[in-house]
């Protein structure tokens, strides 16, 4: 069974970076199938395509996002990381990381984590 | 970026009710959409792939329809456990956008 954790603070201070880490456990994480995931939800919206990271370490950014935007993977850890710079009270949501496949859609997800940018 | 729209935004139902969602690509897909169930403080659920592939262990009272640029979820006869938030999701290129969601409450 596959499993997304997500980890990191919940609260961040404003210009200040959000860092959180997703750990999969389950299936294979190097696998070409599969595009690692972050998207978030800001409080009582939709869904935000934040980006992805390939397990060869190849990326893509939203283009809204990607002036503050780093994502990275670490194989030998089934772990997979996201970086955003200079946050504000925009940036506040829950953020969930996942495995999405192109066909498929995305069967694994996170619970999720609420990140909040506040002083 | 591919905008993905939805309607209607919300619909109040009764249960046995046939409950059908619209989604519009902002250009056509072709059959690169995901149908995704949304309850509150929850994950969403993959319902529908490939705009008319049932996921594993979804009901078969969900079902979907549609090919370039307009798309139906169908509910055939709602059941309680269907109160939620569906969203609909491009996967033609990136970003994968979701549509703004359709809520689905108790009539």
């Known amino acids: 069974q596959v499993q997304l954790q997500e980890s990191g603070p919940g609260r961040v201070k404003p210009s200040r970076t959000l860092s959180l880490t997703c750990t999969v456990s389950?299936?294979?994480?190097?696998?070409?199938?599969?595009?690692w995931s972050w998207i978030r939800q800001h409080p009582g919206k939709g869904l935000e395509w934040i980006g992805y990271?390939?397990?060869?370490?190849?990326?893509y950014y939203n283009p809204s996002l990607e002036s503050r935007l780093s994502i990275s993977v670490d194989t030998s850890q089934n772990q997979f990381s996201l970086n955003l710079s200079s946050v504000t009270a925009a940036d506040t949501a829950v953020y969930y990381c996942?495995?999405?496949?192109?066909?498929?859609?995305?069967?694994?997800w996170g619970q999720g984590t609420l990140v909040t940018v506040s002083s | 970026d591919i905008q993905m729209t939805q309607s209607p935004s919300s619909v109040s139902a009764s249960v046995g009710d046939r409950v059908t969602i619209t989604c519009r690509a902002s250009?056509?897909?072709?059959?690169?959409l995901a149908w995704y169930q949304q309850k509150p403080g929850k994950a969403p659920k993959v319902l529908i792939y490939?705009?008319?592939s049932l996921q594993s262990g979804v009901p078969s009272r969900f079902s979907g329809s549609g090919s370039g640029t307009d798309f139906t979820l169908t509910i055939s006869s709602l059941q309680p456990e269907d109160f939620a938030t569906y969203y609909c999701?491009?996967?033609?290129?990136?970003?994968?956008?979701f549509g703004p969601g359709t809520k689905v409450d108790i009539k």
């Open positions: 996942a495995r999405v496949e192109k066909v498929r859609g995305i069967i694994y």
């Open positions: 389950g299936g294979s994480f190097s696998s070409g199938a599969y595009y």
């Open positions: 990271v390939y397990y060869s370490g190849i990326t």
């Open positions: 250009q056509g897909i072709s059959s690169w």
């Open positions: 490939a705009a008319s």
């Open positions: 999701q491009q996967a033609k290129s990136f970003p994968f956008t």
